[in-house]
């Protein structure tokens, strides 16, 4: 099975909302609600920010949101801070695989 | 609270096998699922195969179900990734992760550099 695809890149200004796309097919993303996405600061561990597309776990700013229409889901965060700056991951859980994104790297300028 | 704390860093030659382990404390390792992800320098992560502690229900990506082996001990609260016939490109660093279940992940290992080198 492919990666799911997500831009490499996406950049914005403190304050701004920026939101990441992950597209995949009809076999996964499209299939379920089991998409979920990580936080990536390099050299440190993922951090879990969305999980079942909109679910948000404890302890997670409510800047951060989830949604999905068809084969994409996206992660959108709100007023930007600089340490929303990492890389973010999706992925999709489907008939026991599970698929990640090739990963974005949020820039905050 | 929740923490899986894995082994040290690996130095392997191409062709052989290393193992990594996870050791978890703090929350209900034996009601959890495990996964292993491996991200290899200025790349993603790349999702290796899961293992549901209780039942011993295990999965594989396919581009490693030939050499990989995922088991578990619960009388230590540790699981373990075993990758043999090392290549150069199996240099990464694995992580191990685990949650309620197979779809989420709210706890990650510190990650193990694993460097394959002649």
């Known amino acids: 099975q492919s990666a799911l695809t997500q831009p490499a890149s996406v950049s914005g200004s403190p304050g701004q909302s920026i939101t990441i796309s992950c597209t995949g097919t009809?076999?996964?993303?499209?299939?379920?609600?089991?998409v979920s996405w990580y936080q990536h600061y390099p050299g440190k561990a993922p951090k879990l920010m969305m999980y079942?597309?909109?679910n948000r776990p404890s302890g997670v700013s409510d800047r951060f949101s989830g949604s999905k229409s068809g084969n994409t889901a996206s992660l959108t965060i709100s007023g930007l801070q600089a340490e929303d700056e990492a890389d973010y991951y999706c992925?999709?859980?489907?008939?026991?695989?599970?698929?990640f994104g090739g990963g974005t790297k949020l820039t905050v300028l | 609270q929740m923490q899986l704390v894995q082994s040290g860093p690996e130095v392997k030659k191409p062709g052989t096998s290393v193992k990594v382990s996870c050791k978890a404390s703090?929350?209900?390792?034996?009601?959890?699922?495990v996964q292993w992800v491996r991200q290899a320098r200025g790349q993603g992560l790349e999702w290796i195969g899961w293992?549901?502690?209780?039942?011993?229900?295990?999965k594989y990506a396919q581009k490693f179900k030939d050499r990989v082996n995922i088991t578990r001990d619960m009388s230590t609260n540790t699981a373990y990734m075993e990758l043999s016939s090392l290549r150069f490109e199996d240099t990464a660093v694995y992580y191990c992760?685990?949650?309620?279940?197979?779809?989420?992940?709210?706890?990650w290992g510190q990650g193990t550099l694993v460097t394959v080198s002649s």
């Open positions: 992760a685990a949650g309620p279940m197979l779809s989420l992940y709210d706890c």
């Open positions: 703090g929350f209900n390792f034996r009601g959890s699922a």
């Open positions: 293992i549901v502690v209780g039942s011993l229900n295990i």
């Open positions: 009809n076999s996964d993303i499209g299939a379920n609600n089991f």
């Open positions: 079942e597309v909109t």
């Open positions: 992925t999709s859980y489907t008939r026991g695989n599970t698929l």
